[in-house]
């Protein structure tokens, strides 16, 4: 069985830009949610996705926005971005909603703005 | 809210020494307990999980970790570490807001496991 797949590994992106991260779940999981890693504020969450519908958000401006495709598969969008965003973008998936599946992770998008 | 404490920022233990990783948690309402380890250049992989039941969890990799209410705690225990231990492990608690779940991470603790 698949793991979750996240496209790209890497990136490098110029402030002012806007960047589209790609999540696959793993098949068969509904719910989608993304997290953001930083070395000074850990893993903070973004937002999670479950039939095509945003449940849940955390503490982000607007420039950060994400969607979910009816395959379960699920992007997130930074507008504007800034020296600040670079980071690792995590992305989860669980069969359903609740964290008592556990969520597995993908192996990330490394984002670097200068 | 519920938040989560790791306790040890950085961990050095030598190979084959027991080592214990301390988390704690606050918070009013009954929770889920998640352990994740984070290697380099990689997501978290989850090692184990507390939902209910038995107070004592068994994950994977030979660790386990103990569920203590009385003392909102639940730390990660290995008898007898490997160099291939040597990663940062996340203690992590759900956050139920609004009818909707999020894990809750910890700063992490980096173990480091040295010949």
């Known amino acids: 069985k698949a793991g979750v797949t996240q496209t790209p590994r890497y990136l490098i992106k110029t402030r002012g830009q806007q960047v589209t991260l790609s999540c696959s779940p793993i098949s068969g999981h509904r719910s989608v949610s993304w997290y953001q890693q930083t070395p000074g504020q850990g893993l903070q969450f973004l937002f999670e996705y479950f039939s095509e519908t945003q449940r849940n958000k955390g503490n982000f401006p607007g420039r950060f926005s994400g969607r979910q495709f009816s395959n379960s598969r699920s992007e997130m969008n930074v507008s504007t971005l800034e020296l600040g965003d670079s980071a690792l973008y995590l992305c989860a998936s669980t069969p359903n909603r609740g964290a008592n599946y556990g969520y597995t992770f993908g192996s990330g998008t490394r984002l670097t703005v200068v | 809210a519920q938040s989560v404490t790791q306790l040890d920022s950085q961990v050095p233990v030598f190979e084959e020494a027991p080592v214990e990783l301390r988390c704690n948690y606050s918070?009013?309402?009954?929770?889920?307990l998640f352990w994740y380890v984070q290697y380099p250049n990689q997501g978290l992989q989850l090692l184990l999980k507390y939902l209910s039941g038995s107070t004592l969890v068994k994950g994977i990799n030979g660790f386990e970790a103990e569920f203590n209410k009385s003392q909102t705690s639940f730390h990660l225990r290995k008898p007898s570490v490997h160099i291939s231990d040597t990663a940062e492990y996340f203690c992590a608690v759900t956050l139920t807001q609004g009818g909707s779940e999020k894990l809750v991470f910890g700063k992490g603790t980096k173990l480091t496991v040295n010949p």
């Open positions: 918070s009013s309402v009954s929770v889920y």
